[in-house]
């Protein structure tokens, strides 16, 4: 029964739209960044964001139907991460903090000394490392569907972490993305046990990411692997939980999605990405309207 729901998850990305297909982007290649040739691609022009994917993903399957969206006004840098995609695997234990120092190295490639950041699942891990361990290159962060602790995560979906297994992944768009970039097939149980493992160990980074000087858009699902509190926790921490035409505005936001599932965030661009744009195009320090 694991194994039938899991499928139907790992499936439904493959739901996802196929706009990137109709643009070209404007450089890629291959960074050497921390011993990687970490593989990147960019679209469109204006203020730099980079997009960090989730788990066992690539750039088209997380980020197909947004980069157009994003690309129409804004420079859009997105990488694939260590052991994913078109970036090779090397013997190096994966890390929140190492993935987040890579994309460092990858915008000092490009020449981008600041820019927006933002994460998906595992990418919202790196996403938050990146703004903790190299702030002055981060200038707005956006955060959707990850976590700082271990135990943001509803209990039930932390506990199958234990129980990925390579035969879950058979004949979904996971191991086809794997075969297509040229890895053994050999070697595909050992590409999920590396990937992860990154959940398997403790973490909580609460202290550190309350200090985030960025200001922060978390987002999640109502029916997200994320628990509502852990989201509330850190708006809180950042200024919310305020009742705004008294206090003021937070510059850091939040949005609980209806209706939306942790794979289905990536596939709610008709909502998700307005907020996003907004937030990252805003006076944050404005005045709260008034009458």
């Known amino acids: ?127 938050f490392q990146m703004a903790v361990r190299h702030p002055d290159q981060v200038r707005r962060l956006v955060v959707l569907s990850g976590t700082y602790a271990h135990d943001g995560w509803w209990p039930d979906v932390e506990a199958t972490f234990t129980t990925f297994t390579a035969d879950m992944f058979r004949g979904s768009p996971i191991e086809e993305l794997y075969l297509n970039a040229g890895n053994d097939p050999d070697h595909f149980p050992d590409f999920i046990k590396k990937v992860i493992s990154i959940d398997l160990k403790q973490y909580d980074w609460s ?45 850091s936001r939040l949005a609980i999605l209806p209706g939306t599932t942790h794979i289905g965030m990536i596939q709610q661009t008709k909502w998700l990405i307005p907020m996003v744009t907004d937030f990252l195009d805003s006076d944050l320090k404005a005045t709260p309207p008034t009458f």
């Open 207 to 251: 202290e550190a990411v309350k200090k985030i000087k960025a200001p922060i858009f978390i987002a999640i699902g109502d029916a997200d692997g994320v628990r509502y509190e852990h989201a509330i926790k850190l708006f809180r921490s950042k200024g919310g939980g305020k009742m705004g035409d008294i206090h003021g505005l937070p510059e």
């Open 1 to 127: 029964m694991k194994r039938t729901i899991f499928s139907v998850l790992i499936f439904s990305i493959a739901t996802l739209g196929t706009a990137q297909e109709k643009m070209k982007p404007t450089q890629s290649g291959y960074a050497p960044v921390n011993g990687l040739q970490m593989y990147y691609e960019v679209y469109g022009e204006g203020q730099p964001i980079v997009l960090i994917h989730g788990s066992f993903m690539d750039i088209p399957l997380n980020w197909s139907s947004i980069i157009p969206l994003l690309a129409k006004d804004r420079k859009v840098v997105v990488t694939e991460m260590q052991a994913h995609g078109r970036t090779k695997d090397i013997s190096r234990e994966l890390s929140y903090e190492g993935m987040a120092d890579d994309v460092s190295g990858l915008l000092t490639h490009l020449n981008i000394n600041e820019s927006d950041v933002l994460g998906y699942s595992m990418g919202g891990g790196v996403a």
